[in-house]
């Protein structure tokens, strides 16, 4: 079931790009393979017992001198992430094009880049893990390249180098670590068990080092993030939201799944180290994104600031101080469902950034004012999402960001009090981007402005409604999650 | 069960913003039936002692409950919530009238939530949404960006606060595992200080203490009867009540007694006389609302809860009426400027009932609210004497400010009403200056024996005292009326503090802002154009040093960088003439091809490229490694 999550867009994407089919017919099938593919993880979900290891697991065998197999199987850690994308690609795929060219290419990418997505989070064998990790990375480099405006090819360009060579770091942390192991072995499950570095001290560090590096870049921490505001900025609203919904997200999942599972002593070790970078990130993030007075560049900031608390939540988690299991479980459990929520928050905003270029082709707030009066829903639905990115209680930002704060303190009470901080300066931003949007006087301009149209509130609808759910009923995630903090710590 | 009491106006109001506007009267009715639904919930809840749970997940859980002094909060706040509504359907503009009553129902249930909440999650769940309920009611007129900026400056003030309440959840968790309020009586140390400060803080911001003070006048840019809700029954009461509710657990905390009476004090005396001096109506009634929670807070920390929790119901009394009054004076002069007014002449009823709700402010027996002040006064004399004092001047000021401001609204005068209020508005009024004058019983014996709490012992001599600094107080406040001038001081803007935290806090972080987002355009982006440059030279350098490079990583990373030279070299010469030439030649290129257009298939080639150029080489070394690795 998992390997046809996968495979079905490929073979879609594969399809739309050599048929010559037209543009609404590829919409549709587009639409019709990335929900097919959310169905079938969802049938997986209805059979997944929350606490019992990996689950829904399929091997192939491939280059069994190196260790290497298709595997794919879920657990309480990567089954949300795939949900969760699952349903943005829905969201993104389904979303009006911003620019009407080559549609059916738009749609071949948007698969391809999905089946990557899906192929990441599902993968239990390391290579095909990087494999995927390097394709997300082509398939949204054409998406901004191609369909962004502005400097699009420079944005596209130093997003691709930048966490290529990222990705670089992780391909050689990668084999140094699989290199430990004896026969070879790819494979996640036995990665975990082995725990190949265990006791070694330089080199171990090293591995270590490339993975958070390679990563960092990814998520993006401080000081690695400076591909980000371009890429969003140039890239098309739907692009947008992929990429900081699912790929920001492939930055932490690695860290968890391969730096903190795999090298579990070594994480530790480095924990505090790790957890600084992301109180930076939190920090600098909000501060940065608080001077923006460009609507896309504002938002992607916040999401080094989101990505942070994530960090932090994770970095606790592997902290490994004794006598603080259950805090550690709750930074996990927050982290990831920082992760959902910010997915489905910050996929939200860039999506009715998105709807804000097609309108204007204008991302200056200093150019906005007044249309709380002409466009309400947009009005509703963005501030929903940002009083959500915020960490409004009863909203899904409040949830993830209180268990993370929780854990922490337990951990570094003064990290997590300066992490605090962050919130303030949130809100802050938040509020100045909505006062400034949508109240006092409208330029004339704007007078023509028209509201979301019901495809696109359909859509912000059904994400914002999840956003809600997990804020005022989080137990259905954090019970699906659980399961996987506990298997972190060994045996669930 | 008790969840039906915060979520029935919650829902109720979102349906109400749902339904639109329309007539007032049907929008009255709603509101208004909502509002006495949740007080007949309120008192159900209260009678058979309601409860409620639910499993948030990851080990916690929300818990509400009831003690006799929430009950009591969680009656009046549906009581006075039903006034003011149906004040506001009647009073205020027709547009934007349901966004603005079901926000206020909305409002009542975060405060509900607040008051019934019974861990530090709850509280904290239900003590944010009122800071996002503040927001948007205070910028319920958004036209005026003015408001909404205000809203902001409300939320982020108060939400400075909050984040003491975030600390003392975390605190409360890593000291004692849970998050019930019964779990701070197990902290103890660091873990407790923390928490006992951190709710200090969170309560002070709320209600508007010491330099939290400003946010109250920034409020007073929302509707009259929004003010009304939020100072009479929400928010800023929820300061008083938390410290209230919490005491048992925070009282034998080390200084925190100490600190909770300095800040109500220094509040109650400071407040006071930046409303003495106040030309704003609503602006002078919202400085007499900090003082008066000043004295609640003062109150607390000298080891009475419940006489602060009578302050407060006898205050949400009092303070409801005068702000509607407030609002149709103020539509009645077109300015809230009080120089501009004095209806006694025009608007009859509205003096008189708005005099009942003065006198209560100024504390003249035998209204309730002049017992529970009494009662307070009491307490701080059992602290010390000094105390005692300090909160009968406090009482003197109070009065003084309730006579100006009744004076100069509603005193003698000729002028004319641009508006006058109609029946709806002047009901109540009039109900809630009969709920002044009912809780007068509060003097009785009998009454007095029936309340759950602890009550201090007071004096006749201190009654005595305080009685003769109240009729001070009177007599300066009428002089001061006489008196009114044109220029008010500019001490009346809280003691210039406003301007302080504009100049101190609020400009140099919007420095640091932008100052940091320059930095990390330049600097921090340097990285990578620093390294790609570093390549380049290394890359000139190095071409005979290429077999040997594979086996260092730190050569590895140069030889990357040396390929993203080249790449960017290569985008580059794509970016230049390659543009003009497929700007020049789209459609060619893409007949040539067949299937994509120009630009993509520019992208293509110089994207493969580089792609296929690095993925080799990784592929290479990990090809290297495997056969080096190993042996």
């Known amino acids: 079931m998992l390997t046809f999550a996968i495979l079905l867009p490929f073979a879609a994407a594969t399809l739309l790009a050599f048929a010559p089919l037209s543009g609404g017919l590829s919409r549709a099938i587009a639409v019709a393979t990335a929900a097919l593919a959310l169905l079938a993880l969802v049938v997986v979900w209805a059979g997944f017992t929350p606490g019992a290891g990996f689950q829904a697991e399929m091997e192939i065998p491939w280059i069994p001198a190196l260790g290497v197999a298709w595997r794919v199987g879920v657990d309480g850690i990567s089954l949300p992430l795939a949900l969760m994308s699952g349903l943005l690609f829905i969201a993104a795929i389904a979303w009006p094009m911003e620019r009407e060219v080559n549609a059916r290419q738009y749609y071949a990418w948007f698969l391809f880049l999905e089946g990557a997505s899906l192929g990441l989070f599902l993968t239990l064998d390391l290579l095909l893990f990087y494999v995927f990790f390097d394709l997300s990375l082509v398939g949204m480099y054409f998406l901004i390249g191609r369909w962004g405006h502005g400097d699009a090819q420079r944005a596209a360009l130093k997003f691709f180098l930048y966490t290529l060579a990222g990705s670089l770091l992780i391909l050689l942390a990668i084999i140094a670590l699989v290199l430990m192991t004896d026969p070879l072995t790819f494979d996640m499950r036995e990665l975990i068990a082995l725990q190949p570095v265990a006791g070694m001290d330089l080199r171990a560090g090293l591995i270590l080092l490339g993975l958070v590096i390679g990563f960092a870049i990814k998520t993006p921490l401080f000081p690695v993030h400076t591909w980000l505001p371009p890429a969003h900025v140039d890239a098309p609203g739907p692009a947008s939201a992929i990429l900081a919904g699912v790929l920001l997200k492939m930055g932490t999942y690695g860290l968890v799944r391969i730096a903190m599972q795999m090298m579990r002593e070594t994480f530790a070790t480095y924990a505090l180290a790790i957890a600084i970078v992301a109180l930076i990130s939190i920090l600098w993030g909000s501060i940065v994104a608080f001077a923006q007075e460009n609507l896309k560049r504002r938002i992607a900031y916040t999401s080094v600031n989101h990505m942070g608390y994530a960090v932090l939540g994770i970095a606790v988690a592997g902290s490994a101080v004794t006598g603080h299991e259950a805090a550690r479980d709750l930074a996990l459990t927050g982290a990831m469902v920082e992760m959902v929520a910010h997915g489905l928050i910050t996929g939200a905003l860039f999506l009715i950034a998105g709807a804000f270029w097609a309108r204007t082709q204008d991302y200056e707030l200093g150019h906005y004012g007044g249309l709380a009066g002409n466009a309400p829903r947009m009005m509703a639905a963005m501030g929903l999402a940002s009083f959500a990115s915020l960490g409004l209680p009863g909203l899904a930002g409040f949830v993830a960001e209180v268990q993370i704060f929780i854990g922490a303190f337990a951990i570094w009470p003064w990290l997590a009090a300066l992490a605090l901080l962050g919130l303030i300066v949130t809100a802050a931003l938040f509020l100045g981007m909505l006062q400034r949007i949508f109240f006092g006087d409208r330029p004339p301009v704007l007078d023509g402005f028209a509201d979301l149209s019901r495809t696109e509130i359909g859509i912000l609808a059904a994400l914002l409604a999840l956003v809600v759910l997990i804020g005022v009923w989080p137990a259905w995630l954090l019970d699906m999650i659980g399961a996987g903090a506990a298997l972190t710590f060994g045996g669930g | ?631």
């Open chain 2, 1 to 631: 069960m008790l969840w039906a009491l915060p979520l029935f106006p919650a829902l109720a109001g979102l349906a109400l913003w749902a339904s639109g506007d329309g007539s007032r009267l049907r929008l009255g009715l709603l509101a208004g039936g909502a509002a006495a639904g949740t007080l007949l919930l309120a008192v159900l809840a209260a009678a058979q002692g309601w409860q409620g749970g639910f499993a948030w997940g990851a080990g916690l859980a929300l818990h509400l409950a009831l003690t006799p002094l929430s009950a009591a909060v969680a009656i009046t706040v549906p009581a006075v919530a039903l006034a003011v509504l149906i004040f506001a359907a009647a009073h205020e503009d027709a547009r934007g009238l349901a966004r603005l009553l079901g926000l206020m129902l909305i409002f009542c249930g975060a405060m509900l939530l607040t008051v019934t909440a019974a861990d530090l999650l709850t509280l904290l769940i239900g003590w944010e949404i009122m800071g996002f309920c503040s927001w948007a009611l205070i910028g319920h007129h958004w036209r005026d960006r003015a408001n909404m900026a205000s809203g902001r400056y409300a939320f982020v003030t108060t939400r400075l606060g909050d984040l003491g309440l975030f600390l003392a959840l975390m605190a409360t968790w890593s000291g004692a595992g849970a998050l019930d309020y019964a779990a701070l009586g197990r902290l103890d140390g660091v873990p407790l200080a923390l928490a006992a400060f951190g709710i200090l803080i969170a309560a002070g911001a709320k209600a508007g203490q010491g330099p939290f003070a400003p946010w109250l006048f920034r409020a007073m840019d929302g509707p009259s009867s929004v003010s009304a809700l939020l100072h009479a029954a929400t928010m800023v009461a929820a300061g008083a009540y938390l410290l209230a509710r919490l005491h048992p657990w925070l009282a034998d905390v080390p200084g925190w007694s100490g600190a909770v009476i300095e800040l109500g004090l220094f509040t109650a005396l400071a407040s006071g006389a930046v409303a003495v001096m106040q030309g704003h109506a609503k602006k002078l009634l919202a400085g007499s609302t900090s003082a008066q929670l000043g004295l609640m807070f003062v109150a607390v920390g000298a080891g009475y809860p419940g006489v602060a929790v009578v302050h407060l119901v006898t205050h949400a009394a009092f303070k409801a009426p005068l702000f509607l009054s407030a609002g149709i004076a103020g539509d009645a002069a077109g300015t809230y400027r009080l120089r501009e007014m004095g209806y006694m002449r025009a608007l009859p009823w509205t003096a008189g009932l708005t005099a009942l709700a003065a006198l209560a402010l100024a504390a003249v027996p035998p209204l309730g609210a002049a017992w529970s002040k009494e009662q307070i006064a009491a307490a701080a004399m059992h602290e010390s004497l000094l105390l005692g004092l300090a909160v009968m001047v406090a009482g003197a000021l109070s009065a003084a400010y309730a006579a100006r401001f009744w004076f100069l609204a509603y005193g003698p005068g000729n002028a004319v009403p641009k508006a006058r209020p109609h029946w709806p508005e002047i009901a109540a009024l009039g109900a809630l200056a009969l709920a002044c004058t009912a809780l007068g019983l509060l003097w009785l014996g009998p009454v007095q024996a029936a309340l759950p709490m602890r009550l201090p012992e007071g004096g006749s001599l201190e009654i005595g005292a305080s009685l003769a600094l109240l009729a001070v107080g009177l007599l300066a406040g009428l002089t001061l009326a006489r008196r009114e001038t044109a220029t008010e001081p500019h001490a009346a803007d809280w003691l210039g503090l406003p301007a302080l935290i504009g100049r101190g806090i609020v400009r140099p972080f919007e420095r640091l802002a932008t100052l940091a987002a320059r930095l990390d355009d330049s600097v921090l982006d340097a990285i990578p154009r620093g390294a790609a440059l570093g390549a380049r030279t290394v890359a000139r350098g190095g071409r005979r040093a290429w077999g040997a490079m594979q086996a260092d990583q730190g050569l590895i990373n140069a030889a990357v960088w040396q390929v993203a030279a080249m790449t960017r070299a290569l985008a580059r010469l794509g970016a230049g003439p390659g543009e003009t030439l497929s700007d020049g030649l789209p459609e060619g290129a893409a007949r040539i091809t067949g299937r994509t257009g120009a630009d993509v298939r520019r992208l293509q080639t110089g994207l493969s490229h580089h792609y296929y150029a690095i993925f080799g080489i990784g592929a290479a070394l990990a090809i290297l490694f495997l056969i080096f690795g190993k042996a």
